[in-house]
T-cell receptor, first 111, second 113 residues
Framework: TQLLEQSPQFLSIQEGENLTVYCNSSSVFSSLQWYRQEPGEGPVLLVTVVTGGEVKKLKRLTFQFGDARKDSSLHITAAQPGDTGLYLCAGASDSWGKLQFGAGTQVVVTP | EAQVTQNPRYLITVTGKKLTVTCSQNMNHEYMSWYRQDPGLGLRQIYYSMNVEVTDKGDVPEGYKVSRKEKRNFPLILESPSPNQTSLYFC????????????FGPGTRLTVT
């Protein structure tokens, strides 16, 4: 059972457009991470959010943690081809040391 | 350079032939973990280790073994591989202080025929 549901599964947009990726769960997480993975490589951490309602910005990427700490979103402004990749959210489960990943959102940004 | 290394990167084997995938990190991280990645399922945790000689099952441990005899190494052992273990495997490590901010290795593509 996937505790973290990501939507959409696939997103194809033109350079300069905005996009939002969602990560939802019925469980409360103590923290939530967003990773980006490129073909042939392991995931790379983008951000960690820990406080309900928290908003973090990383250049053109904005991450938000829901007030109830059950959901999160990633918004990319003016997407560029370099933003292409698989975006994964991950949450700490109720068992110390166990990390649950969503299935990922494949983002393709075309010039 | 701080990194997590895995070997081999690619492996094709036959059902039942024992194999080991090695994982090593040079960042003095206490926590290490193994994941498998399958299309549509994302990353699923196989085993993790909080420190030397301490290992725990993740969500999909069946058919796998691990050991943590040294802090830097965390090998994944498949005693009798089966075709349903064909997958992309990742090792990851982190500091206990930032447990879920993990550094991933480059992955090992395993095919079991």
């Amino acid at each position: 059972t996937q505790l973290l549901e990501q939507s959409p599964q696939f997103l194809s947009i033109q350079e300069g457009e905005n996009l939002t990726v969602y990560c939802n769960s019925s469980s409360v997480f103590s923290s939530l991470q967003w990773y980006r993975q490129e073909p042939g490589e392991g995931p790379v951490l983008l951000v960690t959010v820990v406080t309900g309602g928290e908003v973090k910005k990383l250049k053109r990427l904005t991450f938000q943690f829901g007030d109830a700490r059950k959901d999160s979103s990633l918004h990319i402004t003016a997407a560029q081809p370099g933003d292409t990749g698989l975006y994964l959210c991950a949450g700490a489960s109720d068992s110390w040391g166990k990390l649950q990943f969503g299935a990922g959102t494949q983002v393709v940004v075309t010039p | 350079e701080a990194q997590v290394t895995q070997n081999p990167r690619y492996l094709i084997t036959v059902t039942g032939k024992k194999l080991t995938v090695t994982c090593s990190q040079n960042m003095n991280h206490e926590y290490m973990s193994w994941y498998r990645q399958d299309p549509g399922l994302g990353l699923r945790q196989i085993y993790y280790s909080m420190n030397v000689e301490v290992t725990d099952k993740g969500d999909v441990p069946e058919g796998y073994k691990v050991s943590r005899k040294e802090k830097r190494n965390f090998p994944l052992i498949l005693e009798s591989p089966s075709p349903n273990q064909t997958s992309l495997y990742f090792c990851a490590s982190s500091l206990m202080a930032n447990l879920y901010e993990q550094y991933f290795g480059p992955g090992t593509r395993l095919t079991v025929t």
